[in-house]
């Protein structure tokens, strides 16, 4: 069973940074394909980022480009969402996922709980 745990979430002001980190299971995590969603009341859940095993493949939405970055260091076993000039609209439950495999595409079959993003206006 993959544990992920995710850290970093708060409150912050509109044009601020947060970074999300997300630790995973050391004995799986390098092989591992891993993404970080976000839900938000009342909306659907967005795939935001994700990142191949060896990080020489990202995703990155059209709705965060240019804002959000997305890394991993398998050593630490731990992916990270930078977040910057964040914007009310990024206000969300985020949540990092694995699944089995090199490329980020596809199915993710394991999740954490959750971090909470609240940006204020």
């Known amino acids: 069973q993959v544990q992920l745990v995710e850290s970093g979430g708060g409150l912050v002001q509109a044009g601020g940074s947060l970074r999300l980190s997300c630790v995973g299971s050391r004995r799986t995590f390098s092989r591992n394909a891993m993404g970080w969603f976000r839900q938000s009341p009342g909306k659907e859940r967005e795939f935001v980022a994700a990142i191949s095993a060896e990080s020489d493949s990202t995703y990155i939405a059209a709705s965060v480009k240019e804002r959000f970055t997305i890394s991993r260091d398998n050593g630490k076993a731990t992916v990270y969402l930078q977040m910057n000039r964040l914007k009310p609209e990024d206000t969300a439950v985020y949540s990092c996922?694995?699944?089995?495999?090199?490329?980020?595409?596809?199915?993710?079959?394991?999740w954490g709980k959750g971090t909470l993003v609240t940006v204020s206006s």
């Open positions: 996922a694995s699944r089995e495999g090199s490329t980020w595409r596809g199915l993710y079959e394991y």
